[in-house]
C-alpha cells in the first residue's frame, strides 16, 4: 500500500471573510484553469498553421462558448443519468454546482454544442472547432483528474495492488486502486500523444481532414474510460448496472465510441483535404 498524500490541502489557499464564511482557491479549479491556459495555445498554434481557421481576435469568443457549454452539459447530464430522483426532489439543487456533481460526458456533449454555435456564427468548419477542441480536452481530462486525486473523490475500487492507497475521504477506509491516476494518464496524457502522432502522420502523407481528431478523441476516450471504470468505484447512488456488469459511466462511453466511429466515416467521406497553411507555403516557394 502506498499512502496518500494527506500533506496535499484540497485548496491552493483559503481565508477567512469578515461575513464569518470562507472564501477557498481550490487545486481542482487550478487545474482546469491549467488545461484552458494550454488549451489556448493549442488553439493558437492551429490558427497560425491554417488547421483552424479562425482569427486570434476570435479565440477568446470560442473559449467562452466552451466553457459556459462545459458548465451547462455537465451538470445537466449528472442531473439527468446520476442522481435524477434526488434533483427531482429539490429542483432548487440543480443549480449548486459548488457542491459538486458534474459529468463529462455532459461537458464533452455540452462543448460540442458550443462548438457548433461558434462555427456557425463564425462561418468555419464545425469539425475544424471540434478538432481543436480534442486536442485541448485531452489535456483537461489529464489534469482535472488530478484534481480529482487531490480532492480525494472518485476514488476507486477495493484491491490488494502494492500501489493501492486509502483515501480521506472513504467512510470505510478501505485499500483502494488510485482510478483517478490511471484515468489521467490513459484518457489524458496517452491519448494526448496518441492524437498529436496522429495528426502529425495525418499531416506529413496528406491524409489529413478535419473530423479525423475529434472522431478519434471520442473513440480513444470512450475505450479508454470503459476499461478505467473496471477500477472506478461506481457512484453510491445507481451501483451497477445491467445486471451488474456495467457502470453508468460505462454505459455511456459505450455511446461516445459509437460517436466517435461515425464521426470518422462521415468526415473522412465528405471533408476535403486539409493543407495546412505552412506546408502551403513551403509548396509554393519549391515551385518558384
Known amino acids: 500500500m502506498i499512502a496518500y498524500p494527506e500533506w496535499i490541502s484540497p485548496n491552493v489557499v483559503s481565508f477567512s471573510l469578515p461575513s464569518g464564511g470562507e472564501f477557498a482557491i481550490r487545486w481542482y479549479s487550478v ?17 497560425r498553421e491554417g488547421l483552424f481557421r479562425i482569427s486570434e481576435e476570435a479565440l477568446d469568443s470560442f473559449i467562452s462558448h466552451l466553457i459556459i457549454g462545459m458548465l451547462i452539459g455537465a451538470r445537466v447530464f449528472y442531473v439527468l443519468f446520476y442522481n435524477f430522483n434526488e434533483y427531482a426532489s429539490d429542483p432548487t439543487q440543480i443549480f449548486a454546482i459548488w457542491k459538486g456533481g458534474l459529468s463529462f460526458h455532459g461537458a464533452a456533449v455540452g462543448m460540442t454544442v ?5 462555427a456557425r ?10 478538432d481543436a477542441m480534442a486536442l485541448a480536452a485531452a489535456l483537461g ?3 482535472g483528474r488530478w484534481g480529482n486525486f487531490i480532492n480525494g473523490e472518485l476514488y476507486g475500487r477495493p484491491t490488494d495492488v502494492a500501489w493501492g ?8 477506509e478501505m485499500i483502494r486502486h488510485p482510478s483517478q491516476i ?3 494518464l490513459t484518457e489524458g496524457l496517452l491519448l494526448f500523444i496518441i492524437l498529436w502522432n496522429l495528426q502529425k502522420w495525418a499531416l506529413k502523407n496528406n491524409r489529413y481532414r478535419p473530423g479525423l481528431i475529434g472522431g478519434s478523441f471520442l473513440v480513444g476516450y470512450g475505450v479508454f474510460r470503459f476499461l478505467v471504470e473496471y477500477t472506478r468505484e461506481p457512484d453510491a ?5 445491467l445486471g451488474g456488469f456495467f457502470s453508468m459511466g460505462q454505459i455511456l462511453c459505450f455511446f461516445t465510441a459509437l460517436a466517435g466511429f461515425i464521426v470518422l466515416m462521415y468526415t473522412q467521406k465528405t471533408q476535403p483535404v486539409l493543407v495546412p497553411t505552412i506546408k502551403a507555403k513551403e509548396a509554393k516557394n519549391q515551385k518558384k
Open 165 to 172: 492507497m486509502i483515501f480521506p475521504t472513504d467512510p470505510h
Open 141 to 143: 481530462v489529464f489534469f
Open 114 to 118: 458550443g462548438c457548433w454555435l461558434f
Open 31 to 47: 487545474m482546469y484553469l491549467v488545461g484552458y491556459i494550454l488549451g489556448f495555445f493549442i488553439f493558437r498554434k492551429r490558427v
Open 237 to 241: 447512488q445507481l451501483g451497477l448496472l
Open 121 to 130: 456564427k463564425n462561418k468555419v468548419s464545425f469539425f475544424e472547432v471540434t
Open 182 to 184: 490511471y484515468q489521467s
